[in-house]
């Protein structure tokens, strides 16, 4: 039924939605033109992706989250499927009580805890998140997971990887094979909340060498309430980052927690090589005393010491604007070093926005080009200096995204989130000197520093034990 269901909505991408574009730019020669048409079979196609993801739920909104994310997914796919990070319905609470049953052995959510409010405070396409008290007396946040998505998970996923594969095959420039891939590997991780508990005791661990916990604060792990489908933690209470005005309204130093920020994840990339890769606003909260709460440990990736340096060498080589030494570093990740130069855009820019934004008109482009900086340019300023100079397509950035290391993938969105934090504070800080000191100290740094985290205590919330 859900392959059934899944086919009803890959199935007229190619067969309404791109013939239907072939139609419409058989007998055009105008590139414009063309590319508008592009746009609509984009937004069409994004529109039928939204549509199965509401249908199916569970891995096939994660996997419209994924694509609404990645910045070479042409804009309509990240407009159209945004939607759908906060797109998620509530569950019934009987299901969630009945997986915590399964996973301790009997033991029910009132045996479990002294209280336990029965409405979630947050639903999402895995998981719903409850509000309880322990026996201790200690407030926690519940996390327990969807129950129909890792029953149908195997063939959701093989679902999804075919027709992504045909739909390359079929439709050239749209090249969605690598993101199958990531999705399998994103969503094994996220599945298991074993693997996350374990992430969050070592990224606590690994940090608390260099900053305080008035600074940053990482939710402790109640290993005993935890197990491969529930996780339990230390319940914290704060504003998103991006929440400007509750921030101000409680005297905090914007310009201190910005920099705390970007310092804590360049430290994470180039110092350590374990990096949370989800720094999505609502998963950095600040509390009343500025302190940074750093959520959601569910997908981290663990850079070599090798690759490590390599990404090193590719920012500081940015960052010195050394065309040579980033030809030298973007060859070295694998990548055709004569697209050294997109790759710069790729770090700080949204390149797809730049190309495929809607048509603007060509004088407004050429009076955009008087400014020094691409920061500076207007969207359609951007879109002239990759078209003219750069002559960089959507295929030739999914060719790039698909040579990438895999573990860099997600790195790269998360450089895109905390780029987007930034700007949400009013840019404060300069994001490169953290990068390129982060960078520095890491060459400097024979092996990585991260801390590692005690396979019995991993074991014993995989097996979710419970003590009375």
Same mark, same amino acid.
């Given at each position: 039924?859900?392959?059934?269901?899944?086919?009803?909505?890959?199935?007229?991408?190619?067969?309404?939605?791109?013939?239907?574009?072939?139609?419409?730019?058989?007998?055009?020669?105008?590139?414009?033109?063309?590319?508008?048409?592009?746009?609509?079979?984009?937004?069409?196609?994004?529109?039928?992706?939204?549509?199965?993801?509401?249908?199916?739920?569970?891995?096939?909104?994660?996997?419209?989250?994924?694509?609404?994310?990645?910045?070479?997914?042409?804009?309509?796919?990240?407009?159209?499927?945004?939607?759908?990070?906060?797109?998620?319905?509530?569950?019934?609470?009987?299901?969630?009580?009945?997986?915590?049953?399964?996973?301790?052995?009997?033991?029910?959510?009132?045996?479990?805890?002294?209280?336990?409010?029965?409405?979630?405070?947050?639903?999402?396409?895995?998981?719903?998140?409850?509000?309880?008290?322990?026996?201790?007396?200690?407030?926690?946040?519940?996390?327990?997971?969807?129950?129909?998505?890792?029953?149908?998970?195997?063939?959701?996923?093989?679902?999804?990887?075919?027709?992504?594969?045909?739909?390359?095959?079929?439709?050239?420039?749209?090249?969605?094979?690598?993101?199958?891939?990531?999705?399998?590997?994103?969503?094994?991780?996220?599945?298991?909340?074993?693997?996350?508990?374990?992430?969050?005791?070592?990224?606590?661990?690994?940090?608390?060498?260099?900053?305080?916990?008035?600074?940053?604060?990482?939710?402790?792990?109640?290993?005993?309430?935890?197990?491969?489908?529930?996780?339990?933690?230390?319940?914290?209470?704060?504003?998103?980052?991006?929440?400007?005005? =509750?921030?101000?309204?409680?005297?905090?130093?914007?310009?201190?927690?910005?920099?705390?920020?970007?310092?804590?994840?360049?430290?994470?990339?180039?110092?350590?090589?374990?990096?949370?890769?989800?720094?999505?606003?609502?998963?950095?909260?600040?509390?009343?005393?500025?302190?940074?709460?750093?959520?959601?440990?569910?997908?981290?990736?663990?850079?070599?010491?090798?690759?490590?340096?390599?990404?090193?060498?590719?920012?500081?080589?940015?960052?010195?604007?050394?065309?040579?030494?980033?030809?030298?570093?973007?060859? =070295?990740?694998?990548?055709?070093?004569?697209? =050294?130069?997109?790759?710069?855009?790729?770090?700080?820019?949204?390149?797809?926005?730049?190309?495929?934004?809607?048509?603007?008109?060509?004088?407004?482009?050429?009076?955009?080009?008087?400014?020094?900086?691409?920061?500076?340019?207007?969207?359609?300023?951007?879109?002239?200096?990759?078209?003219?100079?750069?002559?960089?397509?959507?295929?030739?950035?999914?060719?790039?995204?698909?040579?990438?290391?895999?573990?860099?993938?997600?790195?790269?969105?998360?450089?895109?989130?905390?780029?987007?934090?930034?700007?949400?504070?009013? =840019?404060?800080?300069?994001?490169?000197?953290?990068?390129?000191?982060?960078?520095?100290?890491?060459?400097?740094?024979?092996?990585?520093?991260?801390?590692?985290?005690?396979?019995?205590?991993?074991?014993?919330?995989?097996?979710?034990?419970?003590?009375?």
């Amino acid at each position: 039924r859900r392959f059934a269901t899944a086919s009803s909505h890959f199935v007229p991408m190619y067969c309404v939605d791109y013939l239907n574009h072939r139609a419409r730019v058989r007998a055009l020669d105008d590139d414009d033109a063309v590319c508008a048409s592009r746009q609509i079979l984009w937004h069409d196609m994004a529109v039928r992706m939204r549509d199965l993801a509401r249908a199916q739920g569970g891995i096939y909104v994660k996997a419209g989250q994924h694509v609404a994310a990645q910045p070479v997914s042409p804009a309509p796919f990240r407009d159209v499927l945004k939607v759908l990070m906060d797109d998620s319905g509530a569950r019934a609470f009987a299901e969630d009580a009945m997986t915590f049953e399964e996973e301790f052995g009997g033991v029910t959510i009132d045996e479990a805890f002294a209280e336990f409010h029965r409405v979630p405070i947050a639903s999402a396409s895995l998981a719903q998140v409850y509000r309880a008290k322990t026996f201790a007396g200690e407030d926690v946040a519940v996390k327990i997971q969807q129950r129909p998505v890792a029953r149908f998970l195997k063939g959701d996923l093989a679902t999804i990887e075919m027709f992504y594969s045909l739909l390359s095959a079929l439709i050239p420039g749209l090249r969605f094979q690598w993101l199958a891939d990531e999705t399998r590997r994103h969503m094994s991780e996220e599945l298991d909340f074993g693997a996350e508990a374990a992430n969050a005791m070592k990224a606590a661990k690994m940090l608390s060498n260099e900053f305080s916990d008035d600074e940053l604060h990482i939710p402790r792990v109640h290993r005993h309430l935890s197990s491969r489908r529930v996780l339990t933690m230390e319940w914290c209470q704060g504003d998103r980052i991006d929440d400007v005005d =509750s921030l101000r309204r409680n005297g905090v130093d914007i310009g201190d927690v910005a920099g705390r920020v970007q310092k804590m994840f360049a430290k994470m990339t180039f110092v350590h090589g374990f990096v949370h890769v989800d720094p999505h606003p609502g998963n950095i909260l600040v509390d009343r005393t500025g302190r940074v709460i750093l959520l959601d440990h569910g997908v981290y990736r663990t850079l070599d010491e090798d690759l490590r340096m390599k990404w090193a060498n590719v920012w500081l080589a940015l960052i010195r604007s050394d065309d040579a030494a980033l030809r030298n570093a973007t060859a =070295s990740l694998g990548v055709n070093p004569d697209m =050294s130069q997109f790759f710069k855009l790729i770090l700080t820019l949204m390149p797809t926005q730049v190309i495929e934004d809607p048509l603007v008109k060509p004088n407004d482009a050429e009076q955009s080009t008087h400014t020094s900086t691409m920061d500076s340019l207007s969207p359609a300023g951007k879109r002239m200096v990759m078209r003219q100079i750069l002559g960089v397509k959507v295929e030739d950035q999914s060719q790039l995204f698909e040579k990438l290391p895999r573990d860099l993938l997600l790195v790269l969105k998360a450089n895109n989130l905390l780029r987007f934090i930034n700007e949400q504070l009013g =840019s404060p800080v300069n994001r490169f000197k953290f990068i390129a000191a982060a960078a520095n100290e890491g060459l400097q740094t024979s092996s990585s520093a991260s801390s590692s985290t005690d396979l019995s205590d991993v074991q014993t919330i995989k097996r979710g034990v419970f003590t009375r």
